[in-house]
Every structure is written in structure tokens, then in C-alpha cells.
């Protein structure tokens, strides 16, 4: 079957491999699921690079999220069986033809939802559900509460925006350059390549890091505000100078995979059911810049890096 492999740390577009391997069977507990669609997310690259070097075993199959078919189950499974379409989570191995998960981390997708959509139903939904939750918990009611959104032309950018509305927070999107403008419809206001000073937040959710998270956390935030970090697009951490100059503020990190790994069945159930929903909503609907078989997994990684791109990248690993 086709698969691809990292046997060494490195640029996604130099070390991940295109491999044919054995088709194993599912052991007990476990189900086969012919992938349909896999999603390039910024945390898929990431482990790749060796950022992640201490927790990233080698060789490994990439990819955290996608939906494909149940095709085979293995002893002992009784929720599952040939044909359920499903969402497997809980570790990498997304971009190859069929994935072998342990039941209990798969999710049924319900009818009416697309492939596409359902291929990015897990990290962005999920994420952006648990971030504006842990803004409740420290807030309480998120009515007026002004919100400050980094990459804010960002899928899950997008998905913040319209939650916050929902919450009657007033966010702010804040954009690296005009490009992705029309994707911050909710937005109270738009800041582009501006700086922050002058803004007063009650709250920051950042996916940048660097420079920019520095600024917002020293002159942004009113005191017993708080700051999320939730991703490094930048490349470079907060500066801890920043953190450490603001003891009236919360900083906190927010990574899905602890909570996923800690939340139980019951809650991933409970967050999968708001995710689907807001699909057929529209609500956590993604933009898709070009979908991609995977024997082309070189195109979608150079397409997956252009700053042109205006959307998410699919890989189709049945071709
Ligand atoms: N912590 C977690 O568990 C978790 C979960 C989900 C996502 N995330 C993080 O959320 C971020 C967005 O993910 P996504 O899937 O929504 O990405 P995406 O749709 O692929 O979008 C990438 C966006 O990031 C913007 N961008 C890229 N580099 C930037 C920079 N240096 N400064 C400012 N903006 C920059 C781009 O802006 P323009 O196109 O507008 O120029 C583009 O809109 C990533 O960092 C990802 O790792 C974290």
C-alpha cells in the first residue's frame, strides 16, 4: 500500500518519503480505515522539523487528521464495522492508504457532511471550541469582552472569529498583510500589519509567537487579562522577558493533544458532535486551497508553504 515515512529529522519537503509497505491486518480492538482525505496542518510539519525531537519516536507515518472508511475490524470490535465512514484520531499516521487505530479513537462522521469538510473536522474545530472555553473559565461571560485574534486569516482564525460573535465578544483580527481581509467578516475591527499598540485587549489568542506576541503581552492586554498561546507561526517563542514583565496578566499555552489525550471518550464524543455541527452550519467550514493525491506529496508541500496559499491543503492517499 502506499504510505510515507520520516526516517530523519528535517525539511518536510526533503525527508518525508513516499514508501509502498504491507497491508496489516487490525488486531483486537482495532479497525482498518481506508483513508480518504488527510489535511497539511501546520502541526504536522512541525514534528517533522525535530522541533518536537524529544517526544517524536522515528521512523514515523505523518499526518494527525483526516476521514476515510472502516474496511476491515479486528476481534473484539462491536461499534464498527465495513463501510462506517470515520474520523481516527489520538496519533500521526493519516497520510498513507489504510491506518490501523484502535477503535476508541475513531469517531463516526455523520451524513450530510462532505469529505473535505470532515477531513478538517478534528484539529481546528477542536481546538478552537477548547480556546474560547478556557477564555470562559477565566472570564466567566465573554459579553464585551474584547478579543484580540493573531492570523486571524488563518482556518481556525476564522473559526475564532465567528465563535467569539457568538459569545458577543468584540474581536479583533489581526492580519500579516491584506490577503486574507475578506475571511474576517465577524470581526469588530481589522488590524493589518499594524501594530497593537494603543489596542487594549482583555484577551490575546496567538498563533504567531515571536515579536509580535512580545508587543501584545507588554502593551496590549489591561491587567487581569490573559494571553493563549496556541501556535508559532512565526517560528520564534514568546519572549519570556515579555511573560515575565506582566505578572498581572494569565499566560497560558493551549496544545489540543494534551486535552484530547486527558479528556475521555464521553467529552471527544461531546466536542465531535459540536464540530460536525458547526460544519453543516458553516460555522468551522475551512477553506481548501487544492486537494492533492498523495503520489503528488512534493507539489502539496511547496503549495502547502507558498504565503500565496488562500486555503488548507488535502492529500489524497487513494491515488
Ligand atoms: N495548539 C494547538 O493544539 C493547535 C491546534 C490547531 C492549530 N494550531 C495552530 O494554529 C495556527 C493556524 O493553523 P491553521 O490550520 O488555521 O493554518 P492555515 O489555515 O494553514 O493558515 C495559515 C495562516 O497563518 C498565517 N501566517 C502564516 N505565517 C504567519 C506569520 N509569520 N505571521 C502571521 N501570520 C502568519 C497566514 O496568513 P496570511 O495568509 O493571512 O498571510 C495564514 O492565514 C498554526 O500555528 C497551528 O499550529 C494549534
Known amino acids: 500500500m502506499r504510505s510515507t515515512l520520516v526516517r530523519q529529522f528535517g525539511d518536510p519537503g526533503q525527508v518525508i518519503e513516499l514508501v509502498d509497505v504491507p497491508r496489516p ?4 480492538g482495532e479497525v482498518e480505515v481506508e483513508i480518504s482525505l488527510a489535511a497539511i496542518n501546520p502541526s504536522d510539519l512541525i514534528p517533522v ?34 463501510g462506517d465512514r470515520v ?21 463516526r462522521v455523520p451524513d450530510g457532511i462532505e469529505d473535505a469538510q470532515a477531513a478538517m ?14 477564555l470562559r473559565e477565566h472570564f466567566g461571560s465573554l459579553e464585551d469582552m474584547h478579543v484580540g485574534v493573531t492570523a486571524a486569516g488563518s482556518a ?35 488590524l493589518v500589519a499594524d501594530s497593537p499598540m494603543g489596542s487594549q485587549f482583555d484577551a490575546v489568542l496567538d498563533a504567531v509567537g515571536g515579536a509580535l506576541a512580545g508587543e501584545l503581552i507588554g502593551r496590549s492586554i489591561r491587567p487581569g487579562g490573559t494571553f493563549i498561546q496556541y501556535g508559532a507561526l512565526s517560528g520564534a517563542p514568546v519572549p519570556q522577558t515579555a511573560i515575565s514583565g506582566r505578572p498581572d496578566i494569565r499566560f ?14 464521553e467529552a471527544l464524543e461531546a466536542a465531535f458532535l ?25 507539489d502539496a508541500l511547496a503549495h502547502q508553504a507558498d504565503p500565496r496559499r488562500d486555503g488548507k491543503i488535502l492529500l489524497d492517499p487513494r491515488c
Request: glycine content about 8%; charged content about 15%; proline content about 7%.
Open 156 to 190: 481556525i482564525g476564522g473559526m475564532l472569529l465567528k465563535l467569539l460573535a457568538l459569545e458577543n465578544a468584540v474581536p479583533t483580527a489581526m492580519l500579516r498583510s491584506e490577503k486574507s481581509r475578506n475571511r474576517c467578516g465577524e470581526a469588530h475591527r481589522i
Open 274 to 298: 459540536r464540530s460536525f455541527a458547526g460544519l453543516q452550519s458553516g460555522l468551522f467550514a475551512s477553506p481548501i486551497a487544492a486537494t492533492y493525491p498523495l503520489s503528488r506529496l512534493a
Open 87 to 107: 474520523v481516527p484520531i489520538g496519533a500521526s499516521g493519516l497520510w498513507q492508504q489504510f491506518l490501523l487505530r484502535p477503535a476508541e479513537w475513531c469517531f
Open 252 to 265: 497560558a499555552f493551549l496544545w489540543l493533544r494534551t486535552w484530547v489525550h486527558s479528556a475521555g471518550r
Open 49 to 82: 522539523t525535530g522541533a518536537y525531537s524529544a517526544r517524536t519516536v522515528l521512523p514515523f507515518v505523518p499526518g494527525f487528521e483526516g476521514v476515510g472508511i472502516v474496511r476491515r475490524v479486528g476481534p473484539d470490535v462491536r461499534e464498527f464495522k465495513a
Open 121 to 134: 473536522s478534528y484539529v481546528n474545530p477542536l481546538t478552537a471550541l477548547r480556546l474560547v472555553e478556557a
Open 25 to 28: 491486518a487490525p488486531a483486537a
